[in-house]
């Protein structure tokens, strides 16, 4: 019903940028809260950043200054600019998107790895 499909991700020297984009398709009537989890090895599943359909965003601590979450309404697309990376960043990270269809749904992207070097 929802299928999200992210990209952006890869292999990043600490202090550089990476983007993340991810893109929801299929057959909802609208899309509520979009964030951005990540999993490092070993490591419980996070949150990173939220974003709601209003446009109010929220981060870890860990991320705030670095990371800015943006999403474009009419293309249902949400992103993630990620700046001044540390190794501690590298994971797998996944869209997420709380969405309408017959029902609310919670929806998953396939998840995309970043890995930032020191």
């Known amino acids: 019903q929802v299928q999200l499909v992210e990209s952006g991700g890869g292999l990043v020297q600490a202090g550089g940028s990476l983007r993340l984009s991810c893109a929801a398709s299929g057959s909802f009537v609208s899309i509520n809260a979009m964030r951005w989890y990540r999993q490092a090895p070993g490591k419980q599943r996070e949150v990173v950043a939220g974003i709601t359909r209003g446009g109010n965003t929220n981060y870890v601590d860990s991320v705030k200054g670095r990371f800015t979450i943006s999403r474009d309404n009419a293309k249902n697309t949400v992103a993630l600019q990620m700046n001044s990376l540390k190794p501690e960043d590298t994971a797998v990270y996944y869209c997420?998107?709380?969405?309408?269809?017959?029902?609310?749904?919670?929806?998953w992207g396939q998840g995309t790895q970043v890995t930032v070097s020191s």
């Open positions: 997420y998107a709380e969405a309408y269809t017959s029902y609310r749904g919670n929806y």
